[in-house]
């Protein structure tokens, strides 16, 4: 490890990049993963449940901590295979204890660059939330987002998504009997240390569906991480077609980027509003499977002074979400380099909040987190480029 900064550590690693891992692969790509290697099929329902416990419930990042599979099969996969997460290439940690990673992922094109992602982990006193990736930069253009400027590189693959929980729960030594790491400051007291999983990193996930689908698949599966559905929220800005499959298919809680109380506003600060305007999303809010004040809706309106923070404002937004089974996440607006926004005035937030809060609805104020990392909401920003479109993967959406 090499110092790059006080509160950053560059980290080299050195794992075999010309075999593929099977850490973060579905069941499914497991039991291909075996046939490849040329495991028999009659064998592939049991091995397949042996890694499955080895690589989710335990965490194992070598095959020869798996025990119970023979030592020749061990050799088979050790030849074949690694259990290696996406590559770090930093780390931070923010003064209030988040952690921010920049993770390089494979190339897909020998002449372009690898495509870099952040991933960032939250902690508390009784919980920490792991806030995922679901692409490289992202489809949209949300003028108040930082990851908003850089254009979409290509979706993550469920691998990649599942890679980032495993990798975020070896640093912070959240498998079960593993030492609490030497930088473990104000990690939670409770046993474990990600207690949820929010799709709010970087990258639009309804526009990558399928990937995210069985990444949180696996993120749920009871036999492996087993992060209830409850605890994994997936925070979209708006794609209403793919809103009410997304909770017949998944179940997971739902988050949307709202940010206005008009067409004409939302149009200017998330321009996918422009094809799917409020009155359109707000009714597939409605209509979300399972929607009751047991599992709400959450809203996240970014607080911007003097663009959508007056009082009028707050009470059209009241208005707006009656009769939705809400709670309103009112967010500071996080500063990046070059933004034409500044944060509401806290008096400002306050007042907003106390409308909301009068309305009925619990409207907790996010307080900032790693905001001196650039690990808070809106911040995310890696320096991938584009690349051509003869080297995007198939299946890649790049259309909003």
Known sequence: MVSAAENTVLILNDADTAK?????????????????????DKQHKMRVAQLWSWIYARGVTSFDDMSDVSKDLRRTLADHYTLARPEIVTEQISVDGTRKWLLRLPKRDRDARAPEIETVYIPESDRGTLCISSQVGCTLTCSFCHTGTQKLVRNLEAQEIVGQILLARDRIGDWAGAAVPENGRLLPTAERKITNVVLMGMGEPLYNFDNVKDAMDVASDG?????SKRRITLSTSGIVPE?????????????????ATNDTLRDELVPINKKYPIAELLQACRDYPGLSNAKRITFEYVMLKGVNDSLAEARALVRLLAGIPAKINLIPFNPWPNTRYECSDWETIERFADVVNRAGYASPVRTPRGRDIFAACGQLKSESIKVRASALAAGSDTSA
Not at 223 to 227: I, K, Q
């Open 20 to 40: 593929p891992s099977l850490a973060g692969l579905t069941r499914a790509g497991l039991k291909d993963a075996l046939a490849k290697a040329g495991v028999p």
């Open 223 to 227: 036999d492996g991480l087993s992060l």
């Open 243 to 259: 809103i009410p499959r997304w909770g017949e298919l998944s179940g997971t809680m739902l988050a949307i980027s709202l940010h």
